[in-house]
């Protein structure tokens, strides 16, 4: 996996953007029952879902976030 930081030049106070550069159907996500899934691998109501959930609490696990972003980008869903 590989992450990309984002810088903007325009701000007075630049944000940090993460931006997935891998292939987020190939990570491994793990349920709270412990099954592991390919992201690939999930149905796009799974993977929005999961957004969602991390969105909300505001996880400091950018990381997922940005992968299922990735995801739902890569299968042209808006969000």
């Known amino acids: 996996m590989i992450f990309v930081n984002m810088w903007s030049d ?4 630049p944000e940090r953007k993460l931006i997935y550069a891998g292939n987020p159907s190939e990570e491994i996500w793990t349920t709270q029952t412990g099954k592991r899934l390919t992201v690939g691998g999930m149905t796009d ?29 890569k299968r042209g869903i808006k969000i």
Do not use: G, I, P
């Not at 993977?47 to 950018?62: A, F, G, I």
């Open 45 to 73: 109501t799974h993977v929005q879902n999961c957004y969602y959930m991390l969105r909300r609490e505001m996880s400091l696990d950018e990381h997922w976030l940005v992968v299922f972003k990735a995801e739902l980008d």
């Open 10 to 13: 325009n701000a007075v106070l």
